[in-house]
């Protein structure tokens, strides 16, 4: 692909931004609850966790501390929340780089859409933090580096480098023709690349993304409704994009990205294998890899998570 390259003459100023909640917290579920048709979802251990928790997030920003130093500012952004540990003021000056970033700040002017219990509107609004670099580092609070990386692994001329792979829309494969959609995220990248006018789409995986604050807003300057739209909804809704699928797909149209075939990549999303294999892809499958992806961590049962919090917090000392 031909890439309209950009002036790198100058070392990139990178942010990182990372979206937290802690479900665990009785104030977040009262507040949801004037919100849920079905009130028994609060305690429904599939919906809860979307939301629930097991610290790991201070592992996350470790992990960029340590993993990313050249990062300028990291923004947590939460709903009225603060991490534990961020609370502990001899940690002051281990965690400078770090700012909370409230709902109220990246919605203003948007409030009325307020509160959002859906990543969705929130990753719309990410570009709307002040000060925010033009190039940032998108990252869920289940994402982790777990060895040295350079801005060249996410920046490359000034673009950002994307990691995953062509696939062809559900519509257009036999197979899944006659299965109920479901509201995923495949389901949203697959909407974010036919808004932007592509036949195929770009599936990224759970790594960390390489985002341009421009990109973003020079696009919803001009489709302010579709904006709108995609914030609407205080939970998750078959018509919302993901936003950074969005971005991809317009630096994809534009010839303004690379990609990579090499993830670098170790994710795991069940915990239901014997101990000794998470050991044995923990400490020696992860050998190449820069990035570690833990979706639904709380649901692993207690030695697992012990383990694998135990080797998160060697892999940050």
């Given at each position: 692909?031909?890439?309209?390259?950009?002036?790198?003459?100058?070392?990139?100023?990178?942010?990182?931004?990372?979206?937290?909640?802690?479900g665990?917290?009785?104030?977040?579920?009262?507040?949801?609850?004037?919100y849920?048709?079905?009130?028994?979802?609060v305690?429904?251990?599939?919906?809860?966790?979307?939301?629930?928790?097991?610290?790991?997030i201070?592992?996350?920003?470790?992990?960029?501390?340590?993993?990313?130093?050249?990062?300028?500012?990291?923004y947590?952004?939460?709903?009225?929340?603060?991490?534990?540990?961020?609370?502990?003021?001899?940690?002051?000056?281990?965690?400078?780089?770090?700012?909370?970033?409230?709902?109220?700040?990246?919605?203003?002017?948007?409030?009325?859409?307020?509160?959002?219990?859906?990543?969705?509107?929130?990753?719309?609004?990410?570009?709307?933090?002040?000060?925010?670099?033009?190039?940032?580092?998108?990252?869920?609070?289940?994402?982790?580096?777990?060895?040295?990386?350079?801005?060249?692994?996410?920046?490359?001329?000034?673009?950002?480098?994307?990691?995953?792979?062509?696939?062809?829309?559900?519509e257009?494969?036999?197979?899944?023709?006659?299965?109920?959609?479901?509201?995923?995220?495949?389901?949203?990248?697959?909407?974010?690349?036919?808004?932007?006018?592509?036949?195929?789409?770009?599936n990224?995986?759970?790594?960390?993304?390489?985002?341009?604050?421009?990109?973003?807003?020079?696009?919803?300057?001009?489709?302010?409704?579709?904006?709108?739209?995609?914030?609407?909804?205080?939970?998750?809704?078959?018509?919302?994009?993901?936003?950074?699928?969005?971005?991809?797909?317009?630096?994809?149209?534009?010839?303004?990205?690379?990609?990579?075939?090499?993830?670098?990549?170790?994710?795991?999303?069940?915990?239901?294998?014997?101990?000794?294999?998470?050991?044995?892809?923990l400490?020696?499958?992860?050998?190449?890899?820069?990035?570690?992806?833990?979706?639904?961590?709380?649901?692993?049962?207690?030695?697992?998570?012990?383990?694998?919090?135990?080797?998160?917090?060697?892999?940050?000392?």
């Amino acid at each position: 692909m031909e890439v309209n390259n950009v002036n790198n003459s100058e070392q990139l100023t990178i942010d990182a931004v990372i979206l937290w909640v802690n479900g665990n917290d009785e104030k977040h579920r009262t507040k949801m609850l004037p919100y849920l048709e079905n009130k028994a979802l609060v305690t429904s251990e599939k919906f809860r966790t979307k939301y629930d928790q097991v610290n790991e997030i201070k592992f996350t920003i470790d992990s960029i501390i340590k993993f990313a130093p050249y990062i300028r500012n990291v923004y947590l952004i939460t709903d009225n929340q603060i991490p534990q540990f961020l609370k502990d003021k001899t940690n002051t000056d281990a965690y400078n780089s770090v700012s909370i970033i409230d709902h109220s700040i990246i919605f203003k002017g948007y409030e009325e859409y307020l509160p959002a219990f859906n990543c969705r509107p929130i990753e719309t609004c990410m570009h709307r933090i002040p000060n925010l670099a033009e190039h940032f580092i998108y990252f869920n609070d289940d994402f982790f580096l777990i060895d040295k990386t350079e801005p060249e692994d996410f920046f490359k001329n000034g673009l950002p480098i994307l990691r995953g792979k062509w696939l062809k829309f559900d519509e257009d494969k036999l197979y899944k023709k006659f299965k109920k959609p479901r509201i995923g995220h495949k389901t949203a990248q697959q909407l974010a690349a036919k808004i932007v006018g592509l036949n195929t789409y770009y599936n990224f995986k759970h790594t960390p993304h390489p985002l341009r604050k421009s990109t973003f807003k020079e696009y919803f300057k001009k489709n302010e409704a579709l904006f709108l739209e995609n914030i609407k909804y205080r939970f998750r809704n078959a018509n919302q994009f993901t936003p950074q699928g969005l971005a991809n797909h317009l630096e994809i149209k534009n010839k303004t990205c690379y990609f990579k075939d090499d993830l670098q990549l170790m994710y795991f999303r069940s915990y239901k294998k014997p101990l000794y294999w998470y050991k044995f892809k923990l400490n020696l499958k992860s050998k190449g890899k820069l990035f570690l992806g833990l979706q639904g961590l709380d649901q692993s049962p207690p030695k697992i998570l012990d383990y694998i919090l135990g080797w998160l917090k060697e892999r940050m000392s």
